[in-house]
């Protein structure tokens, strides 16, 4: 009985807590060339939190929100910001789009995979 319990709670802990290794294309609009992107990032949806997809994240941010159809990552609209991101549960497909109040975009388009929970930064204090 001990067993099957251990065993539920890492197959909860495995589907709820993972990295994603997403590849891609990003431009900056108007007229910027495409260029390869990637990232690895971790995500864990018990804590509703990730962390960043630059590589150098020092904490978790949190997750918008989490649905059956897709991970929010931000979803904010502001004066001068209009930042989304999000990925496909069941496709994997990447989005993100930062458009800026002049009129300038940063537009990521990609594909993710998962991968092995690889954890959040340890903080001291």
Not at 46 to 58: L, N, P, Q, S
Request: hydrophobic share 40%; charged share 20%.
């Amino acid at each position: 009985m001990m067993i099957g319990i251990v065993l539920a709670a890492a197959l909860a802990s495995s589907t709820s807590r993972f990295d994603l290794i997403c590849t891609g294309m990003q431009h900056h609009e108007p007229g910027g060339a495409m260029m390869p992107w990637s990232a690895r990032m971790r995500v864990d949806l018990v804590a509703k939190t990730y962390c960043g997809d630059d590589g150098a994240c020092k904490g978790p941010s949190p997750i918008a929100e989490v649905g059956p159809a897709a991970i929010m990552f931000r979803d904010y609209t502001g004066p001068q910001l209009q930042d989304l991101t999000y990925v496909s549960r069941s496709t994997g497909e990447f989005s993100s789009s930062a458009r800026f109040g002049d009129g300038s975009a940063d537009v990521i388009k990609g594909n993710c995979k998962r991968a092995a929970f690889s954890g959040m930064p340890k903080t001291k204090f």
